[in-house]
């Protein structure tokens, strides 16, 4: 009894002193955080010759001017990364942003253009395919900066215009080819929330209170995606592709956007029998084969509209009947039997699993009944299936719309988690934060603070 109460006043004693320990070294980090600010403020000043006020200079045009015309440097770093939490004019931001990190901003005033290099130049004017850049608000270029602070400078380097396209929704996208992305790319944000947060459900990145990425601010994390894209593309793809280690952790394979191909693929990742193992074998050829004339058709009519998507492959049944002879008593109860929503239905699961329909947000609905869950990413690209298991330790069901998609959710999550008061990798699965750190995107989660960034935030 002794020996026992003695070890746990001894741990008792250890645990105190840890919690002081502890204490002691967040109050002299403060104080020191506190004191580098002063001094930063104070070099400011005298450069300036102003009053040493943070919010006088930071709201002041004339002063911000100067502030990226006379300092240079490290100097000019932290003299910008103190002052843009205080700014609130757009053209201020717009700027800080290009002289702190060499990232051109372009809103809907063409004279924001003149920046770009003439093919960024073209690409932008060019609006029929991406819409005309719209204004920023001075929070979403404030949530921008905070961001890229915590990114690479070599991956900010490959970015050659950041816009913002609509705001009455939230998203992003990186344009590119097959084989490259161009650097150009937008973050939308609705109008006065550009600080929301995440939510179940709202929208549809996640879907479960556990994943990774629920609770984030949706501006950050696009922020760091449409980045991650970038340095992807920028490499090949090299990161996402077809052979690539990172595609090992959830183990991915893909099927190509052929029909009959895709239909064969599908059968094999349903759980047990096919319709229950109630079909003939004649019955359930036809139901491949009206599969194969589905997957031929604009998938975009039949978006969200299971109704109408099994009201032709009823009318697709009845034609496979009628011109293959086959013998079939009652096609009306045939129809119903192979478009029912069972767990082990080819056509309901077909439908569900088009890019059209979103499938990679929803596992209850959309893998429901599935060995391996199967989609297609995008419209008229392949199909793909994962390791099932990998969704218990998500960062998002977004990530599995294809890999592409898994590369830059596990960038924005490595990079983006100190937004979320995170060390860097925190927030990013094992599997894919040990394959991030092998490629030497990252470093290792350390004992003590967060990760730092791979180079030197200042730019050469």
């Known amino acids: 009894m002794e020996k026992t109460t003695e070890k746990k006043k ?44 943070k919010k006088t200079i930071a709201g002041d045009s004339k002063l911000m001017g100067r502030v990226m015309s006379e300092l240079s440097g490290q100097t000019l770093n932290e003299a910008l990364d103190f002052l843009y939490d205080e700014v609130i004019d757009v053209d201020i931001l717009m700027n800080m942003i290009e002289s702190r990190f060499g990232v051109p901003v ?70 590119g080819n097959k ?36 609770n984030t601010i949706m501006l950050d994390m696009t ?3 449409e980045l991650g894209h970038v340095v992807d593309g920028a ?15 959830s183990k991915w394979k893909e099927t190509a956007n052929d ?3 895709v239909v064969s693929a599908m059968e094999k990742s349903i759980n047990g029998t096919i319709y229950g193992g109630k079909l003939s074998d004649n019955e359930l050829e036809l139901a491949r084969k009206v599969g194969v004339r589905y997957l031929k058709r604009d998938q ?31 096609a009306d109860k045939l129809g119903k039997s192979i478009t029912s929503k069972n767990g082990s239905s080819l056509l309901y699961h077909l439908w569900r699993g088009q890019a059209a ?28 299936t994962f390791d099932k298991s990998c969704w218990n330790d998500k960062i998002s069901c977004y990530q599995f719309r294809n890999p592409k998609e898994e590369f830059a959710e596990t960038y924005a999550s490595y990079h983006a988690a100190p937004t979320m008061g995170k060390k860097k990798g925190e927030n990013t699965p094992k599997g894919l934060l040990d394959w991030f750190i092998s490629e030497g995107l990252g470093d290792a989660i350390p004992e003590g603070g967060n990760a730092g960034v791979e180079e030197s935030s200042e730019r050469k």
Request: charge should be positive; aromatic fraction near 10%; charged fraction near 25%.
């Open 10 to 53: 001894s741990s008792e004693n250890k645990s105190t002193d840890k919690k002081k320990t502890d204490t002691t070294n967040a109050a002299m980090n403060g104080q020191e955080a506190e004191a580098g600010q002063t001094s930063i403020l104070e070099t400011i000043a005298t450069q300036l010759g102003c009053e040493a006020n």
């Open 106 to 175: 372009v809103d809907n005033r063409k004279s924001t253009w003149k920046k770009l290099d003439s093919a960024t130049y073209q690409f932008v004017s060019n609006t029929k395919d991406h819409g005309q850049p719209i204004a920023w608000s001075s929070a979403a270029l404030r949530e921008v900066y905070k961001v890229y602070i915590l990114l690479p400078q070599g991956d900010l380097d490959q970015i050659k215009c950041l816009m913002h396209l609509d705001d009455t929704e939230y998203g992003g996208a990186a344009w």
């Open 179 to 214: 084989n490259t992305t161009i650097g150009v790319y937008y973050v939308n944000y609705k109008k006065g929330k550009e600080t929301k947060k995440e939510t179940i459900f709202a929208p549809s990145h996640t879907d479960n209170f556990f994943d990774r990425r629920n």
């Open 223 to 225: 922020t760091a995606h």
């Open 235 to 249: 490499a090949g793809w090299k990161y996402s592709r077809k052979g690539s280690a990172m595609r090992d952790v």
């Open 259 to 261: 029909p009959s191909t």
């Open 300 to 330: 975009d009519s039949f978006a969200g509209k299971w109704s109408t998507a099994a009201a032709t492959m009823i009318s697709d049944l009845k034609a496979e009947i009628k011109s293959s002879k086959a013998k079939v008593s009652d």
């Open 357 to 384: 329909n979103s499938s990679w947000y929803n596992h209850s609905d959309a893998m429901k009944g599935m060995k391996r869950p199967y989609h297609q990413g995008y419209k008229d690209q392949e199909w793909y």
